[in-house]
C-alpha cells in the first residue's frame, strides 16, 4: 500500500533552527557584513566598467588613452581583489556557522531521543531516526552552511542592480522589473509542487533506512531462515518507492531551473535588444549601455541563483520540519519539577507495588498487571516466575520508570518514584538482561559504563568478582581488547559475565536479573550462577525466570498469571501447594 502523501512543507518550517543560530550572532553578524561588502564590489564594477569604456577608450591622445586605461584597468583590479577577499572570508563564515549549527542541531535531536521513554519506540522506528540524524542534518547543513548565504547575497545582489538601474536608467528597471513579476510568480506557484514532493522523497529514503537498520540488526535470524532474497526484495522496493518519488521531485525542479534560465535569458537579451536602440538613437553611450547590461546581468543571474537556492531551501525546510517533529516529541515519563531527595539503603532497598494496574499503550485493552501488590524487603531475594505474558518483565520496566502505572504507585526506600528523579532512580538499580548489550568498545570500557568515574583497579576488581577476569586476560589485548559490535568476539556466557561485572561495578542497592542464564549452556551457567550469587551479596534481589531450577533458593517465589500475583512462598511450599507452580516444576523436572 502506497504511503500517505507528506504535508508540505514551507520555508517557514526554517525557523525552527533559530534557537540553534541565536548563539552565534556575533559570527552571522560578522558574514553579513562581508557578504554585504562582496555584493558591493560586484555592483561596483559595472561602473568601473563604464568609465573605462567612456574615459579609458575615448581619450583623444594615444599617451593619455594608455594612462587612462591602465588606471581604469587598475581600478578594475582593485574591485577584484576586494571581491575576492570578502567573498572567501563570507565563505568561512557562512560554513563555520553551517558545520556548528549542524552539529549542535544533530547532538540535541540525538540528546532528545535517547532521553524517550519506550512508548517512543513503539511507534517510531529506529532507521528513521538514523535517517534524520543523517540525511536531514545534512540538508539543513548544505543550506545553512551555503545555500542560506548564497540566496542572501544574491538577494542583496539582485536588489541592489536594481536599485543602480532606477538610478541610470529608470525607463530600462520599470521594463525589466515587469518581466521579473511574470517569472517570480509562476516559479512560486509551480514550488508549491517541489516542496511537497521534497518532504515525500526524504520519507520514501527514511522508509529504506529503517528497513536496512532493522535487517542488519538481525543478521542470524535472516540468515537461519534463509531470508536474504526476501529482504533484498523488500529493501529493493522500497528504495524504488525512494528512486520514483526523488525523480518526480527531481523533474518537477528540473521544469523550475529551465524556466527560470530561459525567462532571465529572454529578460536579458530584451534588455540589451532595448540598450542598443538607446545608443543608436543617440540616447545612451557605449559605457552606459556596457553598465546597464552588466546590472541586467547581475539581476538576471541574482534571480536564477535565486530560484535554484528556494528549491534547497524547501528541501531543507522538508527536513527541518521532520528534526523538529523529533525535538518536539515529548515522554510522558519526566523528572519532576522538585525531585524529592532519595533515602539512602542500607543492605539493600525497600520495593513496594501499591495496587498497580498498567496497560501498554500498544496494547490498550490488556492489563499487564491487574491490582498488583507486592513488597519486598532490603537484602531479600525474591523470584518472579509464570507463564510468558504473565506481566514479570512489566515490573521491571515499572521500577526502572521507563512507564507509568494508570493506577497505584511503586515506592523505592518509602518514596514514591514519580517524586524522585530519572537519574536518582535508575542510579540506585542495576540491570542485567536476557540479551545482555556490549557496546563497540574494549572490555575495560564496557565494565566502566557501570560507573564511568571508575578507576582501572576498580573495574578490574568488578571483573574478578564477575568470574570474567580470566577470559578477559586470554583476550589479545586484555583489557584493552576491541570486543566489536555488540560483542561478536565473545560468547554468550561472556557476554553476561561482563554485563554483570558492569552491574556490579556500578553497585547499587537494588539488581534486576532479566533471564540471566536462560540461553548458557550448562558450563557457562554455572560460571554465570557464581558470578550473580557473588553480585547478589548485601543488596535486594529481584528475579526473572523460566528456568526453575535457577531460582530455587530464593528468599521467596512470587508466581505471576495475567497480570496478578496468585501465589507465592519458598520452592518446596509452593510444590507441595500443587498450584501453577507445582505444575511449571513438574514440566520442567520430568523434562
Request: proline fraction near 5%; glycine fraction near 8%; aromatic fraction near 6%.
Amino acid at each position: 500500500m502506497a504511503p500517505p502523501p507528506a504535508p508540505a512543507a514551507s520555508p517557514r518550517s526554517l525557523s525552527g533552527l533559530l534557537p540553534f543560530v541565536r548563539p552565534y550572532r556575533g559570527r552571522i553578524a560578522l558574514a553579513v557584513l562581508f557578504l554585504v561588502l562582496a555584493a558591493g564590489a560586484t555592483l561596483v564594477f559595472p561602473i568601473a566598467l563604464r568609465g573605462l569604456i567612456d574615459q579609458g577608450l575615448a581619450a583623444d591622445e594615444q599617451g593619455r588613452r594608455v594612462l587612462a586605461l591602465r588606471e581604469h584597468f587598475l581600478g578594475l583590479f582593485a574591485v577584484a581583489v576586494a571581491l575576492g577577499l570578502f567573498s572567501a572570508a563570507r565563505f568561512y563564515m557562512v560554513s563555520w556557522i553551517g558545520e556548528r549549527v549542524t552539529a549542535d542541531l544533530r547532538s540535541a535531536v540525538y540528546s532528545h531521543v535517547i532521553s524517550q521513554s519506550p512508548e517512543f519506540f513503539e511507534t517510531t522506528q529506529t532507521g528513521e531516526v538514523l535517517s534524520r540524524l543523517t540525511t536531514d542534518t545534512t540538508l539543513v547543513q548544505t543550506v545553512v552552511g551555503s545555500q542560506f548565504s548564497l540566496g542572501l547575497r544574491n538577494a542583496v545582489m539582485g536588489v541592489g542592480a536594481l536599485a543602480m538601474l532606477v538610478f541610470t536608467h529608470p525607463y530600462v528597471m520599470s521594463l525589466v522589473l515587469a518581466a521579473v513579476v511574470g517569472v517570480v510568480l509562476p516559479a512560486m506557484v509551480f514550488g508549491r509542487r517541489v516542496r511537497r514532493l521534497s518532504r515525500a522523497s526524504q520519507d520514501r529514503v527514511a522508509d529504506s533506512s529503517a528497513i536496512a537498520a532493522e535487517v542488519l540488526n538481525a543478521i542470524p535470524v535472516v540468515q537461519s531462515y534463509t531470508g536474504e532474497p526476501r529482504e533484498s526484495r523488500r529493501f529493493a522496493q522500497a528504495t524504488d518507492h525512494a528512486f520514483h518519488t526523488g525523480v518526480r521531485r527531481t523533474r518537477a525542479r528540473a521544469v523550475l531551473v529551465a524556466f527560470v534560465i530561459i525567462a532571465n535569458a529572454a529578460i536579458l537579451l530584451w534588455g540589451l535588444y532595448r540598450g542598443a536602440q538607446a545608443v543608436m538613437a543617440g540616447q545612451l553611450s557605449a559605457g552606459q549601455l556596457g553598465q546597464a547590461a552588466l546590472y541586467v546581468i547581475i539581476f538576471a543571474g541574482a534571480v536564477a541563483v535565486l530560484g535554484e537556492v528556494y528549491g534547497d531551501l524547501l528541501r531543507a525546510a522538508g527536513a527541518t520540519e521532520r528534526l523538529m517533529e523529533l525535538l518536539a516529541a515529548r515522554s510522558p515519563v519526566a523528572s519532576p519539577d522538585k525531585p524529592v531527595a532519595a533515602r539512602p539503603a542500607v543492605g539493600g532497598s525497600c520495593v513496594a507495588f501499591r495496587g498497580v494496574t498498567f496497560h501498554y499503550p500498544s496494547r490498550p485493552a490488556t492489563a499487564a498487571l491487574q491490582d498488583f501488590e507486592l513488597e519486598v524487603k532490603p537484602g531479600e531475594t525474591v523470584a518472579l516466575v509464570g507463564p510468558s505474558g504473565a506481566g514479570k518483565s512489566t515490573v521491571f520496566s515499572l521500577l526502572l520508570r521507563f512507564y507509568d502505572p494508570a493506577r497505584g504507585r511503586v515506592d523505592i526506600d518509602g518514596v514514591p518514584i514519580r517524586d524522585l528523579g530519572l537519574h536518582d532512580l535508575r542510579g540506585r538499580i542495576g540491570l542485567v538482561s536476557q540479551d545482555p548489550v556490549v557496546f563497540s568498545a574494549s572490555a575495560m570500557e564496557n565494565i566502566r559504563y557501570g560507573r564511568p568515574a571508575a578507576s582501572d583497579e576498580e573495574v578490574v576488581a568488578a571483573a574478578r568478582a564477575a568470574f570474567a577476569h580470566d577470559f578477559i586476560q586470554a583476550l589479545p589485548e586484555g583489557y584493552a581488547s576491541f570486543l566489536g559490535e555488540r560483542g561478536v568476539r565473545l560468547s554468550g556466557g561472556q557476554r553476561q559475565r561482563i554485563a554483570i561485572a558492569r552491574a556490579m561495578l556500578k553497585n547499587p542497592p537494588l539488581l534486576l536479573l532479566d533471564e540471566a542464564t536462560s540461553a548458557l549452556d550448562a558450563q557457562s551457567e554455572r560460571m554465570v550462577q557464581a558470578a550473580l550469587a557473588s553480585a547478589m551479596r548485601d543488596r535486594t534481589t529481584l528475579v526473572i525466570a523460566h528456568r526453575l531450577s535457577t531460582v530455587q533458593q530464593a528468599d521467596r517465589i512470587v508466581v505471576m498469571d495475567h497480570g496478578r500475583i496468585v501465589e507465592q512462598g519458598r520452592h518446596e511450599t509452593l510444590v507441595a501447594a500443587g498450584g501453577l507452580y507445582a505444575r511449571l516444576a513438574a514440566l520442567q523436572f520430568l523434562d
